[in-house]
């Protein structure tokens, strides 16, 4: 559906969740941890205010489905166009990356 | 105004930044950019989706502050209980940190 018009500074393998304002942050949450158990990085894409928090949640709860692993999450915002049904909007895209556990 | 109850696992001179969803994200921004050119890290707390945009956009914008500096910005969110007027409510945290850039 989205196309991002600026994907060449992306690595093109990234796996893109695309959050909306009705999207559970449990659900993507489970998708987003279940992700970057098999990769080192993910995004998720949000258009509004609604669908950006319900990312930032997501990511959060990620944080705690790993709890147990050798890694954490870190996330990297950023504002994208993306083209939605001929019209321009701008979302947000949240790189998500792991990042070894420093010891506590 | 805020508590925050759950303090220990924190950096007790971090530098919090307190955002609504009525602050202007470019204002976030340059103090986010402010405190994370002398700071390793600072603090966005946010409570409602309006607010956690308008947080996540300012952290956005003062990646793009800090283009050419040597580091660039990440962030970690996590749920904390804040007390406001004695009514507990949940808050979204955004620990901001620098990260050095790699080469491109």
């Known amino acids: 559906m989205n196309e991002t018009p600026n994907p060449p500074s992306r690595n093109p393998t990234t796996h893109i969740l695309k959050v909306?304002?009705?999207?559970?942050?449990n659900s993507v949450a489970g998708a987003l941890?279940?992700?970057l158990r098999e990769r080192d990085n993910a995004e998720l894409q949000a258009i509004g205010a609604g669908a950006t928090?319900?990312?930032v949640k997501a990511i959060a709860i990620a944080r705690s489905y790993l709890e147990s692993s050798e890694f954490d999450l870190v996330c990297i915002p950023e504002f994208i166009d993306v083209e939605i049904d001929g019209k321009?909007?701008?979302a947000i895209r949240l790189l998500v990356e792991r990042r070894p556990r420093t010891a506590a």
């Open 33 to 35: 941890a279940g992700v």
């Open 88 to 90: 321009e909007r701008t």
């Open 53 to 55: 928090n319900q990312a």
């Open 20 to 25: 909306s304002a009705q999207s559970s942050p």
